[in-house]
């Protein structure tokens, strides 16, 4: 399955702190030269008139998570960006920014054995319990995730859903972010997927065969989700990310959650 892509998405970064961050910048860039943000909020001051980098300054108030952006005094609990896709022709943005375009990746992102094939009905019971013990998400962040992406699954009378994570180092190679002071921990989840309509076990769309996915189907059985963690990262002592420190309350966190549906 090749990856063709609408970036609209709802990103959104939370920043978590035991103390108070007087100041802190959030630098986010789009690496593909036919993205563009469509949407930040709040207001984030724009590096280049390219619309694919912005720049948040805000403060950080500890425990909470609240932060305030510096330059209108709005307090938010996360910042919140979205990208689309426009024809690479374009030399400014198109009329419309609906426009889809295509994003090839080999290879394929959404591959049996580092993805999970599970039907829609089952959809947010897994994914509320892959978000917290995989990634220790909190109960606020689980209840934006799922509220945010299940109009989507549910559309369409889909039978199923496929989906996988996007590996951290790979996304921060097509989206990257920048934090100063440096944070002691980034974690950035980022979620493509697809939904299926099966009349029956044995039926193809569009070449996608149902026998042909059992070991995604396979996975959503997996009883710990922890192995989310390998697909994400690697292994826990995999390029220094400790996974231990994720939920440690003790240090300064950032968390990224985002998405996008991909047709094909």
Same mark, same amino acid.
């Not at 932060?67 to 510096?70: G, M």
């Not at 996974?243 to 994720?246: I, K, L």
């Given at each position: 399955v090749y990856l063709i892509l609408h970036l609209r998405g709802k990103p959104v970064i939370y920043v978590k702190s035991p103390k108070d961050i007087p100041h802190m910048s959030i630098y986010v860039e789009l690496r593909e030269r036919d993205w563009e943000f469509s949407c930040v909020y709040p207001m984030a001051v724009s &590096?280049?008139? $390219?619309?694919? /980098?912005v720049k948040? #300054? %805000? $403060? %950080?108030r500890k425990d909470t998570g609240v932060? +305030? /952006?510096?330059n209108a005094g709005i307090e938010v609990t996360y910042l919140y960006w979205e990208a689309v896709s426009i024809p690479p022709s374009y030399l400014t943005p198109p009329p419309s920014p609906n426009t889809l375009t295509s994003f090839r990746s080999s290879p394929p992102l959404l591959q049996p054995s580092t993805s999970v094939l599970i039907p829609t009905p089952q959809i947010a019971q897994y994914l509320d319990k892959t978000l917290q013990e995989a990634f220790t998400? #909190? &109960?606020s962040a689980r209840t934006s995730f799922l509220t945010y992406w299940l109009? $989507?699954?549910?559309?369409d009378n889909s039978t199923h859903i496929l989906f996988t994570f996007l590996p951290q180092k790979e996304y921060d190679e097509k989206v990257p972010m920048k934090v100063n002071p440096k944070p002691d921990v980034v974690l950035r989840v980022f979620m493509v997927f697809r939904t299926l309509c099966f009349a029956d076990e044995g039926q193809v769309i569009e070449d996608f065969h149902l026998e042909e996915w059992n070991c995604a189907r396979k996975?959503?059985?997996r009883e710990d989700l922890r192995w989310w963690r390998e697909i994400v990262s690697g292994r826990p002592d995999s390029n220094g990310f400790n996974? /231990?420190? +994720?939920g440690d309350e003790r240090l300064v966190r950032v968390l990224e959650w985002g998405g996008m549906e991909v047709w094909s």
């Open positions: &590096t280049k008139q $390219s619309r694919r /980098e948040w #300054d %805000v $403060s %950080v932060l +305030v /952006e510096k998400f #909190d &109960t109009p $989507s699954f549910l559309k996975n959503a059985k996974w /231990e420190a +994720v």
